[in-house]
């Protein structure tokens, strides 16, 4: 029989948690392991898969995606594609709106107002994003006059 891990040799070998292992198992990420005496037994290879698991975490994955993506793993599937196209979408729009938040926020230590509830400026990215407007609209509107 070749060598089998115990959840905590996984553990130790990848920095996850036994608990966090556990879950993942829940989940589905990691398949179930045969049982000696009532012990977990890892192949090996589960290490990789953990690794798998947080490389996708660490790229901005769910769990859940990761188990979307840990599923479309298939020798002739490229469904993994679609994942990344769509998480891509999603970061590209997480940063945009990161990008207008800093913007946002460096205007706003900018401005010559020593209370910025005072700047109109303010007043009317505030009254813009009270009518529904975006961050980058409100930001819009605030320094158009």
Request: net charge neutral.
């Amino acid at each position: 029989m070749s060598e089998r891990l115990t959840i905590g040799e996984l553990a130790s070998r990848t920095g996850v948690a036994t608990s966090a292992l556990r879950y993942w198992e829940e989940l589905g990420l990691l398949p179930a392991p045969e049982r000696v005496s009532g012990q977990r037994r890892y192949p090996p290879s589960a290490a990789g898969l953990v690794g798998v698991v947080l490389a996708l975490r660490n790229v901005g994955f769910t769990l859940r995606e990761v188990k979307a993506f840990v599923a479309s793993r298939s020798p002739a599937g490229d469904g993994w594609r679609e994942l990344y196209e769509r998480k891509l979408t999603e970061l590209d729009q997480r940063i945009a709106q990161a990008q207008a938040a800093r913007t946002a926020i460096a205007h706003g230590l900018a401005c010559p107002h020593e209370n910025i509830s005072e700047c109109p400026n303010f007043a009317r990215g505030v009254a813009a994003i009270l009518a529904g407007s975006s961050l980058e609209e409100a930001h819009e509107a605030a320094h158009s006059r």
